[in-house]
Each structure stands twice: as C-alpha cells, then as structure tokens.
C-alpha cells in the first residue's frame, strides 16, 4: 500500500515543482496568473542602450536601405512584423532575421486591438505567431499593437501567449507628410535617450535621418540596440 502511494505522489510533486518553476521564471505569465494588472512597457532599464522598433506593414523596399546602414554601424534593432506582410514577404523576413535583427509580433491586420474584443486579439496575435514562427522557426516574445492602441484585454491576452506589450517613448511620427528627415531627427535627438523605446516606421524619410541620429546618440556613448538590449538588467 505504501509503494502505491508513492508511485503516485511522485508524479504528482513532480508536476507542481514544474509548475511552479514556469511561474517563477516568466514574470509576465506571473502577473496573469495573480490576477495582477498588467502595463505596456514604454523605456527600458538598460541606459547604456536605446532601442530602435520598427513597424512593417508596407515599405518593404525600403527596407533593405534601412538593413545597409544598420550594418554599416554593426547595429541590431526590432522589427515588429504584422502577420499578413510575413505572409506576403517570407524572404524578406528571413534577410531580417539573418542578418541578426530581432522580431517582434505586430498583430495580423494592423486592426485597432482595443475594439476586437479577446477572441479578436487570440487571433490576431496568434495568426502572426504562427506564421513567423513556420518562416523562422522562432516563438516571439514582444507584441507591439497596432497604433499603439490596447485596451485590457490586449494586454492580459498577449501575456496569456507569452508576450510583453512594446509600446515607445519617442515617436518620430514619419508616417505624417510633413516629417521630413530634419523633423523626424529633431523629434528623436531632443528627448531623453537611455533606456528609451524609438518607433519608426520604413519611410523614404526615416532612411535619411538615420545616419546623422545614429551617430549623434553614438556620441553620446550611447549603444543602438534592441528591445530586449533595453529590458536587460544590468549585471
């Protein structure tokens, strides 16, 4: 009687010691399962770096531009893909990826996320994940939505997928038609720059400018990284 306890307890402590390992070491599933609320990252803690994010739903010929001045700095940085330009763009995907970039989730349609309610979100996250993750073999870890538009349920599903929300605290706004190269530097060059979150977007615009904001944050002993450069705790 007592072996037969045992061969069944085991098993049983075995699983909750896996269970609790996962919980201790992914934060944001954590939060989740403690019911406790959660909040979209805006800076990191890391101020020898700033992160660059990039959102691709279109601009694919201008990407390789971008990729040849990135090199030429030894620069690695976020691109944000949603879903359907994946689909359409494995190639291009995979150049990114190669080239040592890091990808982050972007939703699938570039829909507003707050108004899809959690079915909507499920989909639009996990559509994207799958489809990058059968072109690079990846799972994605930072989901930045569309627009920046979240609500509750936006965030509490992405972290239920095993995502942290990417937002920004410098927008260089390069989508509008009045953001020249001069403008889009300024906008980024004025505001604080360790531990910040850059958005941009690939804009015939945003290609001039990276030059000169590259090496004016160099300058500074600042290093151009990624998100996850950003997030890093420092040893």
């Known amino acids: ?116 309610g959690i079915e909507g979100n499920k989909s639009e996250i996990g559509k994207t994940h ?7 073999g990846i799972d994605m870890k930072y989901f930045a939505p569309p627009s920046g538009d979240f609500n509750e349920d936006t965030l509490n599903v992405a972290a239920q997928m095993g995502y942290k929300t990417i937002l920004w605290n410098i927008d260089t706004i390069d989508w509008r038609k009045d953001s020249t190269s001069q403008v889009i530097i300024q906008r980024v060059l004025k505001k604080p720059l360790k531990g910040s979150i850059v958005l941009m977007h690939p804009k015939q615009e945003t290609v001039k400018a990276l030059e000169q904001i590259i090496q004016s944050i160099n300058s500074k002993g600042i290093k151009v990284g990624t998100v996850s450069k950003v997030l890093k705790p420092l040893d």
């Open 1 to 116: 009687m007592t072996r037969t306890v045992k061969t069944f307890v085991l098993p049983i402590v075995l699983v909750a010691i896996l269970i609790f390992s996962f919980f201790m070491y992914n934060d944001t599933v954590l939060s989740v399962f403690k019911n406790e609320k959660i909040e979209p990252i805006r800076k990191g803690n890391n101020k020898d770096y700033i992160a660059f994010t990039c959102n691709v739903d279109w601009g694919t010929e201008l990407i390789p531009p971008m990729l040849d001045i990135f090199d030429k700095h030894d620069i690695k940085i976020t691109f944000f893909v949603t879903g359907r330009w994946a689909k359409n763009n494995p190639e291009m995907l995979k150049i990114i990826y190669d080239k040592g970039h890091e990808i982050g989730n972007h939703g699938y349609g570039h829909r507003m996320h707050s108004k899809i």
């Open 130 to 136: 799958n489809i990058v993750k059968d072109v690079i």
